[in-house]
């Protein structure tokens, strides 16, 4: 990552706006170099039981947190804060995402998300398709019905290779990998 001359990680034009506009003062309790890097801080980070107070975590990692009691609910406070256009925003896609943050009724997380309608492409393999006599879907609504997309994690389970993917401006993204995207699918899709 590049900074402006003069800025860093700790001192930079997005913390200055955050601290002038909503009166908070981000200090970063580290910095890792790369996603590999960030995964092991967050790893020791989990194990040491000294969080930072805002960190992004995979599905694996917020089960930990959960059963660890090392994260609060969220639920007053996302209610509270929040704006009716962020509440709108964050159930575009249904309150797919929303769902993946809660647990026992409570939001846990905040979800990592985008625009649903930014991915350009959308892949599926249709060599799965063939393999488990699915037809091809015409439409989003198609594509994550609950019979059509499990039946894929379900058909393929042991596979781990790529079934869905999204493909926004160069990045993937949205990738559904078959081996953990199961657990995920069941809650999501009641299965």
């Given at each position: 990552?590049?900074?402006?001359?003069?800025?860093?990680?700790?001192?930079?034009?997005?913390?200055?706006?955050?601290?002038?506009?909503?009166?908070?003062?981000?200090?970063?309790?580290?910095?890792?170099?790369?996603?590999?890097?960030?995964?092991?801080?967050?790893?020791?980070?989990?194990?040491?039981?000294?969080?930072?107070?805002?960190?992004?975590?995979?599905?694996?990692?917020?089960?930990?947190?959960?059963?660890?009691?090392?994260?609060?609910?969220?639920?007053?406070?996302?209610?509270?804060?929040?704006?009716?256009?962020?509440?709108?925003f964050m159930k575009m896609d249904g309150g797919i995402q929303m769902k993946s943050a809660t647990f026992g009724g409570k939001l846990m997380a905040i979800p990592r998300t985008s625009n649903p309608f930014y991915a350009q492409f959308l892949y599926v393999r249709t060599d799965w398709l063939k393999k488990l006599s699915l037809p091809e879907p015409k439409?989003?609504?198609?594509?994550?019905?609950?019979?059509?997309?499990?039946?894929?994690?379900?058909?393929?389970?042991?596979?781990?290779?790529?079934?869905?993917?999204?493909?926004?401006?160069?990045?993937?993204?949205?990738?559904?990998?078959?081996?953990?995207?199961?657990?995920?699918?069941?809650?999501?899709?009641?299965?």
């Amino acid at each position: 990552m590049k900074f402006d001359a003069g800025e860093s990680f700790d001192n930079n034009s997005v913390y200055e706006a955050y601290e002038k506009d909503i009166g908070v003062k981000i200090t970063n309790q580290w910095v890792a170099a790369d996603a590999n890097q960030y995964k092991e801080k967050l790893k020791i980070a989990i194990a040491s039981n000294d969080i930072p107070d805002l960190m992004l975590v995979d599905a694996t990692q917020l089960q930990q947190l959960i059963e660890a009691d090392m994260i609060m609910d969220l639920t007053a406070v996302y209610d509270k804060a929040s704006t009716p256009e962020t509440k709108k925003f964050m159930k575009m896609d249904g309150g797919i995402q929303m769902k993946s943050a809660t647990f026992g009724g409570k939001l846990m997380a905040i979800p990592r998300t985008s625009n649903p309608f930014y991915a350009q492409f959308l892949y599926v393999r249709t060599d799965w398709l063939k393999k488990l006599s699915l037809p091809e879907p015409k439409t989003m609504q198609d594509l994550m019905t609950g019979c059509w997309f499990p039946g894929i994690l379900v058909g393929i389970a042991h596979d781990q290779s790529q079934a869905v993917t999204a493909r926004h401006r160069g990045e993937i993204g949205g990738t559904w990998q078959s081996g953990g995207a199961i657990g995920a699918a069941k809650r999501v899709f009641g299965g």
